[in-house]
Each structure stands twice: as C-alpha cells, then as structure tokens.
C-alpha cells in the first residue's frame, strides 16, 4: 500500500485526489492531510481517512482541529506543511501530493524533493516560482516531478516512449476563460461572480480567474517549460473552445500527438497516482462522434496581455517570475474582494515586472523575498488587511 502526504486535501484538486484513492480500495494510505483554514471540512477527512499527521496553515484552525483530535499530531503554518510534505522521511515509495494553491506550495515541494520523495504537482506557482531551484533538486536528488495539471499531464502522456529530441514543440491549448466572447471594452465591468463562471472546468477560485485573464495558460507555460526542459520558443498555446484536447505534441517528422478526454481532473490525478499503469477511473468517456467539432484559433496577445506578460517573465529569467505570480495572487484576491476592476489585475501584474529589483540567480531565500517585496508595494497601494 502507498502512502499519499496529501497538501491542500480540503480543495477542489485536494477532494478529487481522495475520490481516485478511494476507487481502488487497498491502493493507497492516506498518511497526512493539510489544508489552509477549513477546519469542518478537514474533520470530516481526518474522522474518513485517520492520518498520522495534519497540518492547518491557519495557527487558529490549528488549536480548533487540536482540541478535537487530542490524539492526533497536528503542525501549523509553514513550519506545519513542510513538517507533514517531508513526514515519515524514510518511507521511499510514498507520493507527496501537492494541491495547495500560491506560493504557499513551493516550500513543501521543496521539503519532500529533499527526502526524495516523489512529487505529484497540481501547485503550478511552485514551477512558476522556483523552477529552476525546484527542477535542479529533483535532479540532484534523483527525484520525480510527476504533472496533474491536464495539459502537463497530457504532454506527459504523448511524450511516453518518445526521445525528447525528436520532439519540435510542445502545443498547450487554452479554452479562453470565462471571457474569451467579451470585447476588451466589456471587460472593463466584468464582476468576480461572472469571472467565477468558467465555461468548461469546475475549479478553486483563484485558478478560475487566471483562466479568464488566460495567466493561468502564461504559469503553464512556464510550469511545462521546467518540467519538460524546452526552450520557451518552442512552447506554444492555441486556442481550443471545447477543452477536449487537453494538448499537443509536435514531432519533427511533422507529427501532431494529442491527449483527448473528457473535462475531469480525476484522470490526470489518476495517471499521475497510479503511473506507469493505468487504471480504470469515474472519469466521463468522452463520444467524439456525439461532440462532433473541435475547433482551433490562434491566441490574441492583445486581448490576453497577462500571457504574454508570463512569456517576458519567463524569458528574462531570475526572480521576474516570482513577481509576476505575487502581484497576480495580490492582485486576484483584490479583484475577488472587490476592490480592484478585472482589468487592473494585468496592470498591477505589469507594474510589478517593470519595478522588480532583478535577481539573475536567485536562491530560495532571495525569491522570497521578491515575493513579500512585491506583496508589500501592490496592498501598499491598494490597502486592505488580510492579503500579505
Ligand atoms: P482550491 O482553492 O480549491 O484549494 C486550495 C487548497 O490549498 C485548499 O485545501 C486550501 O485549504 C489550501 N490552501 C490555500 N491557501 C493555502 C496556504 N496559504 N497554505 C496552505 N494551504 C493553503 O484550489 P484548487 O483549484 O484545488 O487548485 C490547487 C492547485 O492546483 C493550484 O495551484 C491550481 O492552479 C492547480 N490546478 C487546479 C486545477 C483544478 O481543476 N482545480 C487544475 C489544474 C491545476
Ligand atoms: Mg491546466
């Protein structure tokens, strides 16, 4: 039986893990769970799945799941979450799961890479952050990153047996958000509970904004870039309306391989979990003569400047991508609260690229630091509590 160390358990990519445990009963031990602050959902999954270990982010929600559980350990903050991704250091077949949205994951990532310990990674800000540190350790340690992003998880899927030289370009596909029908001008109204409404996927909030302003497509850009090894210029989006093709792979014998399949995470999670096998799961099968089209297009740059803003982060390196997701987190949370417009994301996202003190190499301390940096200068201008 393997052991999962589950971070983010109470999430909507947390939730769909333990429904593909739960399908293959005897497969898989819960060992740990995290989560942020849900603590009436975490006791429901600590009542289910008796882990030996929990960790609440929240030091508060800590004490409450504490004083419910006197006999089970329970960590708190950051110290809590890399403590329950490294727990049982020994245990070489275990998988850590990391579903935590932020730059809150990275430091977990980091902690179980450091045990070797294998790493299944929904957290793309982990990449997008460190993914020159967090790719490198894997490699020193000889650790595998295993993708559950779909795309990643399809490029994954088509790569399988294939020699990476022979591979020309990586080819993501991007449903367009909850706004790809809007003029740029409406855009300028759009409220949270209209970009809350993806058109195909059912996900946590932050991630469903970042599909409309299409910087989730720009993260998995960068994110397929460090797991994959390949120059940004041979990494390319395409739009794709239907999220059917969860993306592509182009050989240079002029070879397209595609991964098709319904829209559920439930199957890269499974893939993911049970690799190198496959394994029968919940998810939907998809009946392409029923669907009938699939439709193509090229990406509007313009329309969607926070993807490309994520390709100039990505090019110049260093610590530019760490200010580009802390002003995108800041920046999200803003506009879910209500107090920026949809279209200031891309500016205070644009503002932080141009002011970032450049870093060329950074370590994990310095990228850190560029993320509280840039925290502390975008809440400076538009105040609230809560949001550091
Ligand atoms: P979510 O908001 O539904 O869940 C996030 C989880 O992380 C929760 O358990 C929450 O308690 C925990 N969490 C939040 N902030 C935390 C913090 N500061 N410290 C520790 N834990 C914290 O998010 P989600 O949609 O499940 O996404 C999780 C990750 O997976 C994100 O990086 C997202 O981009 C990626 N992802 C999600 C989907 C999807 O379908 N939901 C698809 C691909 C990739
Ligand atoms: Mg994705």
């Given at each position: 039986?393997?052991?999962?160390?589950?971070?983010?358990?109470?999430?909507?990519?947390?939730?769909?893990?333990?429904?593909?445990?739960?399908?293959?009963?005897?497969?898989?031990?819960?060992?740990?769970?995290?989560?942020?602050?849900?603590?009436?959902?975490?006791?429901?999954?600590?009542q289910k799945y008796q882990p030996e270990f929990a960790a609440m982010n929240d030091a508060a929600a800590a004490e409450t799941l504490a004083m419910r559980f006197p006999d089970l350990e329970i960590g708190s903050g950051k110290a809590g979450l890399v403590r329950a991704a490294a727990w049982n250091p020994g245990d070489k077949t275990g998988l850590l799961v990391n579903a935590i949205v932020g730059v809150a994951g990275l430091e977990p990532t980091i902690a179980a890479l450091g045990v070797k310990r294998t790493v299944a990674l929904a957290n793309k800000e982990t990449l997008?952050?460190?993914?020159?540190?967090?790719?490198?350790?894997?490699?020193?340690?000889?650790?595998?990153?295993?993708?559950?992003?779909?795309?990643?998880?399809?490029?994954?899927q088509c790569l399988n047996g294939?020699?990476?030289?022979?591979?020309?370009?990586?080819?993501?596909?991007?449903?367009?958000?909850?706004?790809?029908?809007?003029t740029r001008a409406e855009l300028a109204g759009v409220t949270p509970a209209e970009a809350l409404c993806h058109p195909n996927w059912n996900m946590g909030r932050k991630i469903t904004i970042d599909s409309a302003t299409m910087m989730n497509k720009?993260?998995?850009?960068?994110?397929?870039?460090?797991?994959?090894?390949?120059?940004?210029?041979?990494?390319?989006?395409?739009?794709?309306?239907?999220?059917?093709?969860?993306s592509l792979v182009e050989f240079?014998?002029?070879?397209?391989?595609?991964?098709?399949?319904?829209h559920d995470m439930r199957l890269p999670i499974s893939y993911a979990l049970h690799h190198p096998t496959r394994t029968p799961n919940p998810t939907a099968r998809l009946?392409?003569?029923?669907?009938?089209?699939l439709s193509f297009a090229p990406i509007d740059f313009d329309r969607y400047p926070c993807l490309r803003y994520a390709y100039?982060?990505?090019?110049?390196?260093?610590?530019?991508?760490?200010?580009?997701?802390?002003?995108n987190e800041v920046a999200v949370a803003l506009f879910l609260a209500g107090t920026i417009p949809f279209l200031t994301i891309e500016a205070i996202v644009h503002q932080a690229l141009a002011e970032v003190a450049f870093i060329e190499r950074p370590t994990l301390a310095e990228l850190l630091e560029t993320d509280a940096a840039v925290r502390t200068a975008v809440t400076g201008r538009y105040p609230r509590p809560n949001l550091i």
């Open positions: 039986m393997r052991s999962l160390y589950l971070l983010g358990a109470t999430g909507s990519i947390g939730r769909q893990v333990l429904d593909v445990a739960d399908a293959t009963p005897g497969a898989f031990r819960i060992a740990v769970l995290t989560a942020d602050t849900d603590i009436e959902t975490m006791t429901v999954l600590i997008v952050v460190g993914g020159a540190i967090v790719m490198e350790l894997a490699r020193r340690n000889g650790v595998a990153i295993l993708p559950v992003d779909s795309e990643h998880s399809a490029i994954w294939e020699d990476l030289a022979s591979v020309e370009r990586l080819i993501i596909t991007a449903s367009g958000g909850a706004f790809r029908d809007k720009g993260f998995e850009v960068i994110e397929a870039m460090h797991l994959f090894g390949l120059p940004l210029d041979r990494i390319d989006c395409v739009l794709h309306r239907e999220s059917y093709v969860h240079i014998d002029g070879s397209l391989i595609a991964q098709i399949s319904s009946d392409l003569a029923h669907i009938g089209e100039e982060a990505a090019a110049r390196g260093g610590n530019a991508p760490a200010a580009l997701n802390a002003a």
